[in-house]
């Protein structure tokens, strides 16, 4: 099949499977060439580990020390001639280099919040890998069904007392305009914490710890974003950083209960990159196409592996720990939030139009990385050529 991009708003609803694997394979060099090979986990649970900061989690985690991963997400296999999501095509093709390079992985698809994969991913462990000791908690997700009542709770990307309005970019038309938000009502900050609040965190860190396959000294991080000002309204003091600091909630909780063997629960505060979750947040490809700019004209830009190599490297892994900010968390959005990085896009923000974008910010390279996470746009690859489609990952049954 040849395939092409089809973008649908905030989407790519098409994803190519060489192209997906050479952006792995993008990223797995860096982390061949960058890795000390001295310290780092072992054998590695990722929670999200497909796509963005999950997928880089697991690629560092096994081209940087050697780990085992099992990982878990939730992405569609190719059917009736339709191409697979670009999380599937990720995994198969770091399934295959770990396995080339002899190191465990495993994949578990499907609903990360559900007791049953849970249980499933447990098994995997006892079966195949006795314990872990590092988890990472990568998920982004729209929805959430709560495994005890089977209620459905939806995330809403809303501000929280006060309506909001601001420029964002319309990445499909490349336009500037203005979008007005009403704030959230209580429903909607609750079933936004239920989604990406810290519940699921301490359920899986509960399930892992009661099932005995927790290594003594395990390690456990989930992901969170702080960001600007211009972003706090729809972000940081939104319903979705109402969500993330239940996170910080849950980081306490459950550091209390790994610290009886040595282990730790960090929230690590990572930077704004381009995700699939990161693009359907307003205001914030605006913020980040400028940000780009920014950061690349001062050679500080950093995409997920940059930042997962320095996150290990500089913290979890480092010989003196990982140095926290006042509030307990890990800050590796230290580059992003530099006073003069942060004053460059903030003097931008007001000049933006949709006749400038080009010009003022990185736009272009914004839509460039939004390609590449469905595997488009890669200079090796030729998409005029037949691709298969049906690809294999190493599922567990
Ligand atoms: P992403 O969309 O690239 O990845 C989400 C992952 O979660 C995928 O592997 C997907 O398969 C998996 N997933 C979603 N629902 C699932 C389910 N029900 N069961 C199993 N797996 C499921 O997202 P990302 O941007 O890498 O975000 C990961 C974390 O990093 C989030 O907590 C996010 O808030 C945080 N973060 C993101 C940014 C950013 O700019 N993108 C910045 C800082 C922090």
Known sequence: MI???????????????EGCAAHVKEQIDYVKEKASG???????LVIGSSTGYGLASRIVSTFGTGAGTLGVCFERPANNGRPASAGWYNTASFEKAAHEAGHYAKTINGDAFSDEIKEKTIQAIKDDLGEVDLVIYSLASPRRVDPKTGEIYKSTL?????????????TDKKLINTIQLDPANEEEIETTRKVMGGEDWELWMEALEKAKVLAPG?????????????????????????????????????????QKTGGHAYVSVNKAVVTQASSAIPVVPLYISLLFKIMKEKGIHEDCIHQIQRLFDE?????????????GRIRIDDWEMRPDVQ???????????????????????????????????????????????????????
């Open 3 to 17: 395939i092409k991009p089809k973008v649908r708003g905030f989407v790519c609803i098409t994803s190519h499977p």
């Open 38 to 44: 001295t310290a780092g986990p072992k054998k590695v």
């Open 158 to 170: 809303k501000p929280i007392g006060e309506p909001f309005e601001n420029k964002s970019v319309d």
């Open 218 to 258: 395990a390690q456990t991080v989930a992901y969170s974003y702080i960001g600007p000002k211009v972003t706090w309204p729809i972000y940081y003091q939104g319903t979705i950083g109402k969500a993330k600091e239940d996170l910080e909630r849950a980081c306490k909780a459950i550091d209390a209960s790994l």
């Open 315 to 327: 913290h979890l892994y480092s010989e003196k720990g990982p140095s926290l900010d006042e509030a």
């Open 343 to 397: 004053e460059a896009v903030a003097a931008l923000w007001p000049e933006v139009s949709t006749e400038n974008l080009e010009d003022i910010s990185d736009f272009k390279g914004y839509q460039a990385n939004f390609l590449k996470l469905f595997g488009f746009g890669l200079p090796e690859i030729n998409y005029e050529a037949e691709t298969e489609i049906e690809i294999p990952i190493q599922g567990v049954e």
